[in-house]
C-alpha cells in the first residue's frame, strides 16, 4: 500500500486567489453584505423541502417493501412450518446438537457466538 492519499492540506493558492476576488467587495461594505444576505435567502428557500414532502416520497416505496417483507415471511413461515420436521418456527431454527440461540441468550454462562452459530448452519 505505497499509494499516497489525493488529499493535499495545503491551500490552492489559484483557489484561494479567485474566492479572494469573488468575495472582496468592490464598492460599499454594506452593500455586499446586503447582495450576500439576499442571495443567501433565495438560495435557502430554493433548497428548503418540507418536512411531509419528503415523508410524502417515501410512502409509495416504504409501503412496497412493507408488502414484500409480509408476502416472504408469510412464504417462509409456511414452508417452515409444512415440514414434516419441524412443529414450529422455534424448532425449525434450533440446532439438532450443541448449543442453541436460547443458551447464546439465557446462560449465565454463554458459549461462544461463533460455534452456536456454526452449529446453525452446519446439520
Known sequence: MTEQPSFD??????LGAALRAALEPRDDHAAFV???????????DRS????????ASWFRPGMVAAAAA???????GRTVLQSPDTASIDAAMAPVEGPGLAALVTAHDPPD?????TSLVEP
Open 70 to 76: 409480509l408476502v416472504l415471511g408469510i412464504l417462509f
Open 48 to 55: 428548503s423541502v418540507a418536512m411531509f414532502d419528503v415523508l
Open 113 to 117: 457466538a461463533s460455534v452456536v452459530f
Open 9 to 14: 492540506h495545503r491551500p490552492d493558492p489559484e
Open 34 to 44: 446586503a447582495r450576500v444576505m439576499a442571495q443567501y435567502d433565495n438560495a435557502l
